[in-house]
């Protein structure tokens, strides 16, 4: 790899002006491709020193031997030229978001005499107009098969539609009327068009005429005493009603949107959008990528953005590209973004981050969605024993390890300016969550916020435990036929003593000073045998006793991948541990002076309504509906919610700025 003062343009030679440019590596392949409002500011941040920079964007400096750019008038002619350029060269260095898996299309052929529509996945082809993409390939074509009662346009495949000309006779569908039957001329080309327009216009969300005027027509069926026809009508009004039912409505204006929301870490990135049309959620699409460097979510946003809407044809804009773009962060070059979306759609394209209401929860549920999409797709790739093994080889070797580390714990501390401190273990097994293993540890001999002091009380705890239950145990041989091995069991019970292992690495959630606290309480236990690291989340270091220097696992590492899971587990486990404890105590202190609420009936309470701020906004009734509740009691318990707000409202008020 050539070093990046090899091709570093001279001073002065790159413009100041907008443009995209290209580093290309010695065989003259694109290996990144990037746009900037400045070029020379923008690529003279790549020419620093090289510890400076984000370990992928290094990689790709020192990869490449040649930079060059092209300059642009305006920053919506870079936006452009950088899409072009990543799709024509693919560069390796970019970010690329991949589908988490292949989403149904709905289809029409509008290019073809009689058009069809069909349900399908994969690229887009010209002459086809789409709509989705739906979770579901079932969901849709169920909907397909209601709607074509109503709108009985042409499904079948080109070879069916043939042979049916050929013969003189129509296929299944014709004989139910779920289609028009113009392959044996029973309606013309200009009346099937009519029905797929129709179809069309009621699947981009303009529904409201059609079921206005089949009502209308159904109506005055009836008042001609045509009841057959005003049945028909009926059952075709049902059918309708029944495909919107499918579809939530959630904007209640019955507006255009597209809802974007991310989930990161810091190694990897997910992506959620969910297609409005009409009010209504028309589909949902979502995409996994490797993170490139540290950029924040704007940055991540304008990425995806660039990815979403840039390859757009023109007689798709109208559909692809909505009205309102929801975002989590609002991209550094928002104005730029609209002026180009909406030159693309033809009228007013917003970009917004929403601040309340409908859209703002659509937009928290869509955020849920990316980040059980990211858990998933975490899952899937621990759950791979070929993964695990690699990641596990990995730790091995990057710490030095004698053996594998079958069995990891990891702690964390949690705590809100020093209250309510609780400590997690949680236990990996081959690479895999043993959640039966999990312990929770609650501070008791300190004050004040010492996450230091908190890991050391919690390691000492821990092995001093493991040191008892392994004096009191004996060792049985295990059973050949079940392929068990030996174990520590107890010797009255004859049960297997869980805390009795040692596990093969212990993992802190910290840097240099947590470590040095799990391993001097290790020593004072005169445990030498267990190795110790920690796992410092800002820039994912792995720090080991008595060295200086972390060690630094590549970004791709399956063993940093492996750590970073068992870390961000001992995190979850002990935040939902303090939220317990906190929401608990807060019950307790503001229900301390209700007459007649004792312990038991308090933890019923917390235990009903699962935290406070349910229970501050249930009813008296609600209180009174708890067992062992009575309503003056429910009564008294309002009382003193209403009352503690309303001092807390006046200690705000009177506090001083």
Same mark, same amino acid.
């Given at each position: 790899?050539?070093?990046?003062?090899?091709?570093?343009?001279?001073?002065?030679?790159?413009?100041?002006?907008?443009?995209?440019?290209?580093? &290309?590596?010695?065989?003259?392949?694109?290996?990144?491709?990037?746009?900037?409002?400045? !070029?020379?500011?923008?690529?003279?941040?790549?020419?620093?020193?090289? %510890?400076?920079?984000?370990?992928?964007?290094?990689?790709?400096?020192?990869?490449?031997?040649?930079?060059?750019?092209?300059?642009?008038?305006?920053?919506?002619?870079?936006?452009?030229?950088?899409?072009?350029?990543?799709?024509?060269?693919?560069?390796?260095?970019?970010?690329?978001?991949? /589908?988490?898996?292949?989403?149904?299309?709905?289809?029409?052929?509008?290019?073809?005499? =009689?058009?069809?529509?069909?349900?399908?996945?994969?690229? @887009?082809?010209? %002459?086809?107009?789409?709509?989705?993409?739906?979770?579901?390939?079932?969901?849709?074509?169920?909907?397909?098969?209601?709607?074509?009662?109503?709108?009985?346009?042409?499904?079948?495949?080109?070879?069916? =539609?043939?042979?049916?000309?050929?013969?003189?006779?129509?296929?299944?569908?014709?004989?139910?009327?779920?289609?028009?039957?113009?392959?044996?001329?029973?309606?013309?080309?200009?009346?099937?068009?009519?029905?797929?327009?129709?179809?069309?216009?009621?699947?981009?969300? #303009?529904?409201?005429?059609?079921? @206005?005027?089949?009502?209308?027509?159904?109506?005055?069926?009836?008042?001609?005493?045509?009841?057959?026809?005003?049945?028909?009508?009926?059952?075709?009004?049902?059918?309708?009603?029944?495909?919107?039912?499918?579809?939530?409505?959630?904007?209640?204006?019955?507006?255009?949107?597209?809802?974007?929301?991310?989930?990161?870490?810091?190694?990897?990135?997910?992506?959620?959008?969910?297609?409005?049309?009409?009010?209504?959620?028309?589909?949902?699409? %979502?995409?996994?990528?490797? $993170?490139?460097?540290? %950029?924040?979510?704007?940055?991540?946003?304008?990425?995806?953005?660039?990815?979403?809407?840039?390859?757009?044809?023109?007689?798709?804009?109208?559909?692809?590209?909505?009205?309102?773009?929801?975002?989590?962060?609002?991209?550094?070059?928002?104005?730029?973004?609209?002026?180009?979306?909406?030159?693309?759609?033809?009228?007013?394209?917003?970009?917004?981050?929403?601040?309340?209401?409908?859209?703002?929860?659509?937009?928290?549920?869509?955020?849920?969605?990316?980040?059980?999409? *990211?858990?998933?797709?975490?899952?899937?790739?621990?759950?791979?024993?070929?993964?695990?093994?690699?990641?596990?080889?990995?730790?091995?070797?990057?710490?030095?390890?004698?053996?594998?580390? !079958?069995?990891?714990?990891?702690?964390?501390?949690?705590?809100?300016?020093?209250?309510?401190?609780?400590?997690?273990?949680?236990?990996?097994?081959?690479?895999?969550?043993?959640?039966?293993?999990?312990?929770?540890?609650?501070? $008791? /001999?300190?004050?004040?916020?010492?996450?230091?002091?908190?890991?050391?009380?919690?390691?000492?705890? &821990? =092995? @001093?435990? *493991?040191?008892?239950?392994?004096?009191?145990?004996?060792?049985?041989?295990?059973?050949?036929?079940?392929?068990?091995?030996?174990?520590?069991? /107890?010797?009255?019970?004859?049960?297997?003593?869980?805390?009795?292992?040692?596990?093969?690495?212990?993992?802190? /959630?910290?840097?240099?000073?947590?470590?040095?606290?799990?391993?001097?309480? *290790?020593?004072? *236990?005169?445990?030498?045998?267990?190795?110790?690291?920690?796992?410092?989340?800002?820039?994912?270091?792995?720090?080991?006793?008595?060295?200086?220097?972390?060690?630094?696992?590549?970004?791709?590492?399956?063993?940093?991948?492996?750590?970073?899971?068992?870390?961000?587990?001992?995190?979850?486990?002990?935040?939902?541990?303090?939220?317990? #404890?906190?929401?608990?105590?807060?019950?307790?202190?503001? !229900?301390?002076?209700?007459?007649?609420?004792?312990? +038991?009936?308090?933890?019923?309470?917390?235990?009903?309504?699962?935290?406070? &701020?349910?229970?501050?906004?249930?009813? +008296?009734?609600?209180?009174?509906?708890?067992?062992? +509740?009575?309503?003056?009691?429910?009564?008294?318990?309002?009382?003193?919610?209403?009352?503690?707000?309303?001092?807390?409202?006046?200690? @705000?008020?009177?506090?001083?700025?």
């Amino acid at each position: 790899m050539a070093p990046a003062v090899n091709y570093r343009p001279a001073p002065g030679s790159i413009p100041t002006q907008p443009g995209v440019y290209r580093f &290309r590596d010695a065989k003259g392949r694109v290996v990144y491709v990037g746009k900037a409002k400045s !070029l020379r500011a923008r690529l003279s941040s790549y020419f620093q020193d090289i %510890g400076n920079l984000h370990p992928r964007t290094a990689t790709m400096v020192t990869t490449a031997t040649s930079v060059e750019w092209t300059v642009v008038k305006t920053e919506v002619e870079a936006l452009q030229l950088e899409y072009s350029w990543i799709k024509e060269f693919d560069p390796r260095f970019n970010v690329k978001y991949r /589908d988490d898996k292949s989403y149904p299309w709905l289809a029409v052929t509008v290019s073809e005499e =009689f058009p069809r529509v069909m349900v399908g996945r994969g690229a @887009k082809r010209r %002459g086809t107009r789409y709509f989705g993409p739906y979770s579901h390939a079932w969901a849709i074509r169920e909907t397909v098969d209601i709607l074509l009662r109503v709108f009985p346009m042409r499904s079948c495949s080109n070879g069916v =539609f043939k042979r049916s000309s050929q013969i003189g006779r129509p296929c299944l569908l014709g004989y139910i009327d779920k289609c028009a039957a113009p392959c044996v001329g029973n309606v013309s080309p200009e009346e099937h068009r009519a029905i797929v327009d129709d179809f069309c216009e009621f699947m981009a969300g #303009r529904t409201k005429p059609f079921m @206005k005027r089949i009502e209308q027509e159904m109506y005055a069926a009836s008042e001609s005493l045509d009841f057959e026809k005003a049945a028909r009508l009926r059952d075709d009004l049902g059918a309708m009603q029944k495909a919107l039912e499918k579809q939530a409505v959630v904007f209640g204006d019955g507006s255009d949107a597209d809802v974007i929301a991310v989930a990161e870490d810091p190694l990897e990135v997910a992506v959620q959008v969910f297609y409005v049309r009409g009010g209504r959620i028309r589909g949902q699409r %979502g995409w996994v990528a490797d $993170r490139t460097d540290d %950029g924040d979510t704007a940055s991540l946003v304008e990425h995806f953005l660039l990815q979403l809407y840039a390859g757009v044809a023109p007689e798709d804009a109208r559909d692809a590209v909505p009205r309102e773009i929801l975002v989590p962060e609002l991209p550094a070059e928002a104005a730029t973004w609209e002026q180009l979306l909406s030159d693309l759609r033809g009228s007013r394209v917003e970009i917004r981050v929403p601040q309340r209401g409908d859209k703002r929860t659509l937009q928290e549920t869509v955020a849920r969605n990316a980040k059980e999409s *990211l858990a998933l797709h975490k899952t899937k790739r621990a759950s791979d024993l070929t993964t695990r093994n690699i990641a596990l080889g990995e730790i091995a070797e990057a710490l030095e390890l004698d053996e594998a580390p !079958l069995r990891i714990e990891c702690y964390d501390v949690s705590h809100i300016q020093g209250t309510e401190i609780v400590a997690s273990m949680v236990v990996f097994e081959d690479g895999l969550a043993r959640k039966s293993e999990y312990r929770r540890f609650v501070i $008791r /001999d300190q004050e004040g916020s010492d996450d230091v002091a908190a890991m050391h009380e919690v390691i000492t705890r &821990r =092995f @001093k435990r *493991l040191l008892d239950e392994q004096a009191r145990s004996e060792l049985r041989p295990g059973d050949p036929e079940s392929g068990s091995g030996p174990m520590l069991v /107890d010797p009255d019970t004859g049960r297997p003593r869980k805390f009795a292992y040692a596990p093969g690495l212990v993992v802190v /959630d910290g840097g240099a000073p947590q470590v040095a606290a799990a391993k001097r309480a *290790l020593d004072e *236990l005169g445990i030498d045998d267990i190795p110790v690291c920690g796992l410092a989340k800002r820039l994912e270091e792995v720090w080991v006793p008595g060295e200086e220097d972390p060690v630094i696992l590549p970004r791709t590492s399956e063993g940093l991948y492996l750590l970073q899971r068992v870390r961000d587990e001992a995190h979850r486990f002990a935040i939902t541990h303090h939220r317990n #404890r906190r929401s608990k105590s807060m019950v307790e202190s503001v !229900l301390d002076g209700v007459p007649g609420l004792g312990e +038991v009936r308090r933890k019923t309470l917390l235990r009903h309504f699962g935290s406070l &701020r349910k229970l501050r906004a249930a009813t +008296v009734e609600e209180i009174a509906a708890v067992p062992g +509740v009575g309503p003056r009691t429910a009564a008294a318990i309002k009382s003193a919610l209403e009352q503690e707000d309303t001092d807390a409202a006046s200690r @705000k008020r009177t506090a001083p700025q």
